[in-house]
Every structure is written in C-alpha cells, then in structure tokens.
T-cell receptor, first 116, second 113 residues
Framework: GAVVSQHPSRVICKSGTSVKIECRSL??????MFWYRQFPKQSLMLMAT?????????EQGVEKDKFLINHASLTLSTLTVTSAHPEDSSFYIC????????????FGQGTRLTVV | GENVEQHPSTLSVQEGDSAVIKCTYS??????FPWYKQELGKRPQLIID?????GEKKDQRIAVTLNKTAKHFSLHITETQPEDSAVYFC????????????FGQGTILTVHP
C-alpha cells in the first residue's frame, strides 16, 4: 500500500501555544486528506476534509479557527492546533487518498498531543 | 449524515475459536465498507473491505459479509490467535462528501491462549 507519514509522532506543549502537525503522502499525490481525532478508548472522529488548493470542510462542532488546516500541495497537509488547552490532548491521525472517491485512503502513524 | 453502530464493544474468545463483530449503517447510499485493526498507539490497519456490489469476501481467516437490504455488515475471524487481540473498527463510506469514512465505536477483541 501507499505510505503516509505524519510528524511529529509525539508532542508536548504548554497551554496557550500552537502546535503544527504535518501529514505527507510519500509515494503518491493525495487529492484529499482527512484529519481525525481519537480520544483514549474511543473511535476515530472526523474533524475535517482537506482538498488540495481549496478550503477545508469541517465537521459539525469542530472550530475551524482553532484547528487550522492547510493543504497547499498534493503531498502535504498540515493541522495547526491554535491556543491549545489540556482538553485538546488527543491522538490526531490523518489519512490521504489518491484520486477518485472510491479509492482506498491510507493512514498516517498518528500524533499524540499532550497539552500541559 | 451517516451513522455506524458497532457491536459488541468488547469480545473475549479462546484461541482457536471464531469471533464475529457486527455493524449497521444508516445511509443507503454508502457503498464501501472497510474493517480496520488498531493496536495501542498505532495507526489503523486495513484488514479487509467490501463494496456494495458484493455480498461476501474472504481473505484466509478473515471474512466480511454485507446485507445491503438490512444495512448491516459483519467481520468474521476464524481460528483466532493471540496476535489477533486488538481494537477493530468498521467504517462506511458514501458516494458523496469526498468519500469520507464514518467509523463504528470499535470492538476490543481479546484472544486468550
């Protein structure tokens, strides 16, 4: 399968600071990338869908001004958690898809964010 | 939007037994149903998937069945092994909304040696 790399894998930040997470498709061009959040012992909850060159589509209840998504190229999408608070501590995972809607999406390895 | 329900939330079996996990979905337009295995702190790994034009698919010890009329699909694992222990998620994807996946709540499978 295709490779999606997410960086960093772990990050600890202070309350009030911002954190940027990168999601890269290493061997294919990702027209669409998805950002998920997963709290301990819970399922993956979609935060937003990111299409290259256009604004991200956010799921209901997700603050777009707090979770900034940029998909500037076909191989890179970034998620910036602004003014982080302890309740933002979670496992953030991206997935990337090449081409049409009915193609498989591949997951990054996830980023464990801890806000202290 | 799509809603996916998954049962059971936990499943404990003896090595060699079979395990079955069931999911239902709400959107009749959904046409792709993957199953993922996730180990603690790791990314979800696709283990098998099925599309809406197929009723059953098998890959060695793993099989998935789909009933479009009833809008439910199931994962079957035979001859379970301790290394099958993990969290399993079902998901459904519709034909619109950029093909986003909606996940079930997850099932913690424990296979006892």
């Amino acid at each position: 399968g295709a490779v999606v790399s997410q960086h960093p894998s772990r990050v600890i930040c202070k309350s009030g600071t911002s954190v940027k997470i990168e999601c890269r498709s290493l061997d294919f061009q990702a027209t669409t990338m998805f950002w998920y959040r997963q709290f301990p012992k819970q399922s993956l909850m979609l935060m937003a869908t990111s299409n290259e060159g256009s604004k991200a589509t956010y799921e209901q209840g997700v603050e777009k001004d707090k979770f900034l998504i940029n998909h500037a190229s076909l191989t890179l999408s970034t998620l910036t958690v602004t003014s982080a608070h302890p309740e933002d501590s979670s496992f953030y995972i991206c997935s990337a898809r090449q081409g049409q809607v009915n193609t498989e999406a591949f997951f990054g390895q996830g980023t464990r964010l801890t806000v202290v | 939007g799509e809603n996916v329900e998954q049962h059971p939330s936990t499943l404990s079996v003896q090595e060699g037994d079979s395990a079955v996990i069931k999911c239902t979905y709400s959107d009749s337009a959904s046409n792709y149903f993957p199953w993922y295995k996730q180990e603690l702190g790791k990314r979800p790994q696709l283990i098998i998937d099925i599309r809406s034009n197929v009723g059953e698919k098998k890959d060695q010890r793993i099989a998935v069945t789909l009933n479009k009329t009833a809008k439910h699909f199931s994962l079957h694992i035979t001859e379970t092994q301790p290394e099958d222990s993990a969290v399993y998620f079902c998901a459904a994807r519709g034909g619109t909304s950029y093909g986003k996946l909606t996940f079930g709540q997850g099932t913690i499978l424990t296979v006892h040696p």
